[in-house]
C-alpha cells in the first residue's frame, strides 16, 4: 500500500503534492476562519481563467526546444498595443475585444519573428538572453507610451498631460466581455462561462495543432534536433515559428486578463510577467523542455489557487498579509528547482 | 587536525574582534543634568547656565533646572563643564569617566561644579 | 561563411574600436548628453566622485566569479540582503561610527558565506544556465529575505529597538535612518581640490580591494578558477576539484557584495529595508559591461570605466531628455532601458559567440577525423 501511495507521489513530483496538500488545508481552513468557500472557489476559477491563456502560451517553445519563454513581455507587449489602439477607436462590447485582438496579431507576429530570429542565434543560453531582451522592451516600451500619438481622453493624463496614462480602465468598453457571457452565478459562486469557453477553444486549437504533422515535426524539433534535421525538418524555421506562435498566444492571453481585470497597465508593470506564467507551468509538472496542456491547467489552478487563498486564510489567522511574500517564494522556488533538474544532453 | 585548530582559532578572534567592536562602538545616553539635588544629606543647588563639551562633540547648552541629552560611543569618555558666573567670568571644570558597554550615565552638574564625587550616576540596563 | 573574427583586424586602431565598441559608443553618446543636460563639471565631477567611492566593491565582486566561468553573478544580491542584516544588528544594538560599519561587516560575513554556499551548490546543479539560475535565485532568496525581515525579525530574532520595529512588535520597519554611520569611510580622509572633495580613505580602501584580487588571481585557488573559467573537463582531468572551486568563487563574490552593500548604504545614509537591494545586480553588471567587460572576460579597468559611464549617463539622461523631447520622464525610462538593454546585448552577443565557436569546433574536428580516416585508408 505505501509502496503505491509512494510511487503515486514520485509520479505527480514531490512539489505538486505538497502544494496540492497545502492548498487543500487552506480550504479547509477556511470555513473556521470566516471565509465563505463558494467565494474562494469561484475566486479561483476566476483567477484560473484570467491567466491560463498566458500560461498556455509558454507550450510551444518548451517543445520547440526554446525553453521557459523569459521573454513573454513581446506578446504582452503586442496585447497592449491592441488594446489600447482599440479603445483609441472607440470599438466597444465583443467587437472591441476582437479588435484588439485583431490589431494585436500583425504585431505579435511581427515581434514574434524576430524575437525568434534572435533565439535562433543564440541556442543553449535562449533564457537569459529573453530575461533581459524582455525587460529592455518593456523599459523601451515605457518611453514609447509617453511618445505615441494617442488622443482618447480616457487614455491620456488630465490636463494637457502628455502620454498615456499608467493604467487605463476598460470599463465601457469590454470589461468582462468573455467573463459574463453565459456566466453563471448562485449566490456568492460566480462562473465565468465566457472565458472558460474560450480558454477552451484556443486549447482545443494548440492541442490539435501538436497532433498535426508541422506540430510532431516541431515537438521532434525540440526533443531531438539532430534527429529532426535528419527527417527533413528544418528546425530553425520550426523554433521561429514557435516563438511567433507563443508571442502570438501572449497577446491574446494579456487581452483575456485585462478583460476580467478591468485594466490595461502600461509602463512598468509587465515587466515581471512572465515569471508567475513560468511557475505556474513549472508547478503544473512541465520542465524545461517538455510541456503539455495538462501541465497548463494543474499548474496554473494550484497557483492561482494559492494566490487567492493565501491572503485571506492566512490574513485571518495571524492577521497579516503574507501573500505577497508567499508568492515570490512559491514561484521563484518552483523555478529555480526545474533549472536545476539534470538536462538531456542536447547537440 | 591542524587545519581545525586553525578555523576554531580564526573564530575566536573574529568573536573577539566582534566583542571589541561592540564596546568600543556602543553609543550611551549621557544625561546631563543643571538641577538641585541632595546628595549625601549635602544640598547643591542649580544657579547658573553651563556649557558642556562630551568628548569632542559640539557644545551643549544646559540651562539652570533643566536637562539635556547626549550621545557618545564607546568606554572611554572626557566632560568639559564651563560654568558661566553672573559676574561674566567662567569656572572651568574637567573628568573623566568610562562607562560599561549598556551603561547610561547621569550627570549632574551642580555638583561637578562644587569639586565633590557623586556628580556621576550610571544605571546600567 | 567568414571565420575571420573581426578582432583579430590587421588594423590595431580598428582592433580597439572593435573591442572596446560599447565603452567607445558611450563616451560618443555623453558628448553629446551631457552639454544638453546643462550640469556643471563640478556637480558632475563631485558626483562621479562619490559614486565611485560608492558603487566600486560592489561591481568590483563581480569580477571573481567572470574569472571562474560562472559569468555575471547577478547572485550578488544575496551579498547584498547579508550586509542588510548586518546593518539591522548594528542599529539595534546601537553600535555606531567606523565601529558600528566594522561590526555590521562582520554579522553580515557568516550570513553572506551561508548564502553564498547555497547559491554555489544550486548553480552547480544549474551548469549551462548558471546566469538565468542566479537571476531566479536572487528573486526567491529576496522572498525568504522578505519573510525573515517581516515576521522573524522581533519574534524569533531578538530585535529590540522600536526605532527598527514597527508598531505592531515584529517586523522591521521599511526605512531605517543609518544617520549614526552616514558617510563614516567617506569621511575618513577627505582631500579637498578646489570644489571637489574626494574621499581619500574611502579609495585606498577600493585599491587594497584591487590589490587583494590581482594577488588572488596569482594564488593556487585563483589560478585553479581560471582553469575551471577556461575549459571544466581539462580542470578536472588536471585535478582540480571543479565544483568546490566553483562554489568558492560565489562565496567570496557574495561576502564581497555584503561589504560593498555596506559601504554603498553608509553613504546613501538610509536602507529601504524592502527595495534598497533590488537594483543591486542590474546596475552593477551593466556598469561593469558598458565599461567593456563581457561575459567571458572582466578586468578591474572595465569596473572604473564602466562605473563612470554608467552613471554618467544615470545621471545626465532625465534632464537631457527634457531637453530634447519635453519630459524628463522619457529620460528616466531611456537609463532603465540603456540599463537592461546593454545586458540583452552582451549576453547575446556572448552566447551567438559560443554558438559560433562550438561549432567551428565541431566542424574542424569532423574535418580532421575525414582526413584522419582518408589518411588510412590511402596509406
Not at chain 3, 566542424?363 to 580532421?368: C, D, G, L, P, T
Request: one cysteine or more; charged letters at 15%.
Amino acid at each position: 500500500m505505501l509502496e503505491k501511495v509512494k510511487k503515486l507521489i514520485e509520479k505527480a513530483g514531490w512539489p505538486r503534492v505538497i502544494i496540492g496538500l497545502f492548498l487543500l488545508s487552506l480550504f479547509f481552513t477556511a470555513p473556521f476562519v470566516g471565509i465563505r468557500v463558494s467565494t474562494s472557489i469561484s475566486d479561483t476559477i476566476v483567477r484560473f481563467a484570467m491567466n491560463a491563456v498566458l500560461v498556455l502560451s509558454l507550450i510551444p517553445m518548451v517543445q520547440s526546444g526554446c525553453g521557459l519563454n523569459f521573454g513573454m513581455q513581446l506578446g504582452v507587449i503586442a496585447g497592449l498595443i491592441g488594446a489600447i489602439t482599440s479603445i483609441e477607436l472607440g470599438v466597444t462590447g465583443i467587437a472591441g475585444f476582437l479588435t484588439a485582438i485583431g490589431i494585436a496579431i500583425p504585431f505579435a507576429v511581427l515581434l514574434g519573428f524576430f524575437y525568434g530570429l534572435l533565439l535562433n542565434m543564440v541556442k543553449g543560453d535562449e533564457m537569459v538572453v529573453a530575461t533581459y531582451v524582455g525587460f529592455s522592451s518593456v523599459a523601451f516600451m515605457s518611453m514609447m507610451w509617453l511618445l505615441l500619438p494617442f488622443k482618447s481622453p480616457n487614455m491620456i493624463w488630465g490636463y494637457g498631460g502628455e502620454g498615456l496614462r499608467t493604467t487605463i480602465s476598460v470599463e465601457g468598453y469590454w470589461l468582462g466581455v468573455l467573463n459574463n457571457f453565459l456566466s453563471i452565478r448562485i449566490g456568492h459562486f460566480f462562473f465565468p462561462t465566457g472565458t472558460i469557453i474560450f480558454i477552451s477553444l484556443i486549447a482545443l486549437v494548440v492541442w490539435a495543432f501538436f497532433k498535426t504533422k508541422l506540430g510532431t515535426a516541431m515537438t521532434a524539433a525540440g526533443s531531438n534536433p539532430v534527429y529532426a534535421r535528419a527527417a527533413g525538418v528544418n528546425v530553425n524555421r520550426m523554433r521561429v515559428l514557435s516563438v511567433v506562435i507563443s508571442t502570438v498566444i501572449a497577446a491574446i492571453g494579456i487581452l483575456v486578463y485585462e478583460q476580467s481585470f478591468g485594466f490595461i497597465q502600461l509602463y512598468m508593470a509587465p515587466l515581471l510577467m512572465a515569471f508567475p506564467a513560468v511557475a505556474a507551468l513549472l508547478l503544473g509538472g512541465a520542465s524545461v523542455s517538455k510541456a503539455s496542456m495538462g501541465n497548463v491547467i494543474v499548474g496554473t489552478f494550484l497557483f492561482q489557487g494559492i494566490l487567492t487563498m493565501t491572503p485571506s486564510v492566512m490574513n485571518n489567522l495571524i492577521k497579516s498579509d503574507m501573500s505577497e511574500v508567499i508568492r515570490i517564494i512559491v514561484s521563484n522556488g518552483m523555478i529555480v528547482y526545474a533549472l536545476t533538474r539534470r538536462m538531456k544532453v542536447r547537440t | 587536525m591542524k587545519r581545525n585548530i586553525i578555523r576554531v582559532a580564526l573564530i575566536i578572534v573574529l568573536i573577539a574582534l566582534g566583542v571589541g567592536l561592540y564596546v568600543l562602538g556602543r553609543n550611551h545616553k549621557i544625561f546631563i543634568d543643571n538641577k538641585d539635588i541632595v546628595l549625601a544629606n549635602v544640598q547643591y543647588r542649580s544657579e547658573n547656565t553651563f556649557s558642556v563639551f562630551i568628548d569632542g562633540n559640539e557644545a551643549v547648552e544646559v540651562g539652570k533646572g533643566k536637562r539635556k541629552v547626549v550621545y557618545s560611543p564607546g568606554p572611554w569618555h572626557t566632560i568639559i563643564a564651563i560654568e558661566k558666573l553672573p559676574d561674566g567670568t567662567t569656572r572651568e571644570i574637567i573628568r573623566k569617566f568610562s562607562l560599561a558597554s549598556r551603561d547610561t550615565a547621569i550627570i549632574n552638574l551642580p555638583v561637578l561644579a562644587s569639586g565633590n564625587d557623586g556628580w556621576l550616576s550610571i544605571e546600567g540596563e | 561563411m567568414k571565420e575571420q573574427s573581426l578582432t583579430r583586424a590587421k588594423n590595431p586602431l580598428v582592433r580597439f574600436a572593435i573591442s572596446n565598441a560599447v565603452p567607445i559608443l558611450f563616451v560618443v553618446l555623453l558628448i553629446f548628453a551631457i552639454p544638453l543636460s546643462g550640469f556643471s563639471s563640478d556637480y558632475l565631477i563631485n558626483e562621479i566622485i562619490t559614486r565611485l567611492g560608492r558603487n566600486s566593491f560592489l561591481v568590483i565582486s563581480l569580477l571573481i566569479p567572470v574569472m571562474a566561468g560562472m559569468g555575471l553573478n547577478f547572485g550578488i544580491v544575496l551579498g547584498a540582503m547579508a550586509g542588510q542584516m548586518g546593518l539591522i544588528f548594528m542599529l539595534d544594538w546601537e553600535v555606531v561610527g567606523i565601529p558600528g560599519v566594522l561590526l555590521a561587516m562582520l554579522i553580515g560575513t557568516p550570513i553572506a558565506i551561508l548564502l553564498g554556499l547555497l547559491a554555489g551548490t544550486i548553480l552547480n546543479r544549474a551548469k549551462g544556465r548558471e546566469m538565468v539560475t542566479s537571476i531566479i535565485l536572487g528573486f526567491f532568496i529576496n522572498g525568504v529575505y522578505q519573510l525573515t525581515i517581516l515576521y522573524g525579525m522581533g519574534s524569533l530574532i531578538p530585535i529590540t529597538s522600536n526605532k527598527l520595529l514597527l508598531p505592531r512588535g515584529y517586523g522591521v520597519r521599511n526605512a531605517l535612518d543609518l544617520l549614526t554611520i552616514r558617510k563614516v569611510m567617506d569621511n575618513m580622509w577627505v582631500m579637498k581640490i578646489g570644489n571637489i572633495s574626494i574621499p581619500l580613505g574611502l579609495f585606498a580602501i577600493i585599491a587594497a580591494l584591487c590589490v587583494f584580487v590581482v594577488w588572488f588571481t596569482r594564488t593556487k585557488l585563483g589560478q585553479d578558477m581560471r582553469a575551471v573559467g577556461q575549459d571544466m573537463q581539462v580542470a578536472a582531468t588536471a585535478g582540480i576539484n571543479v565544483d568546490r572551486t566553483r562554489t568558492l568563487s560565489i562565496i567570496i563574490s557574495t561576502v564581497l557584495a555584503c561589504f560593498g552593500q555596506i559601504i554603498f548604504l553608509q553613504n546613501i545614509g538610509t536602507i529601504n529595508t524592502y527595495n534598497s537591494h533590488d537594483q543591486v545586480g542590474t546596475f552593477a553588471i551593466a556598469a561593469l559591461l558598458i565599461g567593456g567587460a563581457s561575459v567571458a572576460k572582466a578586468t578591474i579597468p572595465n569596473v572604473f570605466i564602466g562605473i563612470i559611464l554608467f552613471h554618467l549617463t544615470f545621471i545626465v539622461a532625465p534632464r537631457a531628455g527634457k531637453e530634447l523631447l519635453g519630459q524628463a520622464q522619457i529620460g528616466e525610462f531611456f537609463r532603465v532601458f540603456v540599463s537592461y538593454g546593454i545586458i540583452a546585448i552582451s549576453l547575446a552577443l556572448y552566447a551567438w559567440r559560443r554558438r559560433v565557436e562550438k561549432e567551428t569546433e565541431r566542424r574542424r574536428a569532423k574535418a580532421a577525423i575525414k582526413a584522419a580516416m582518408e589518411d588510412k585508408v590511402g596509406g
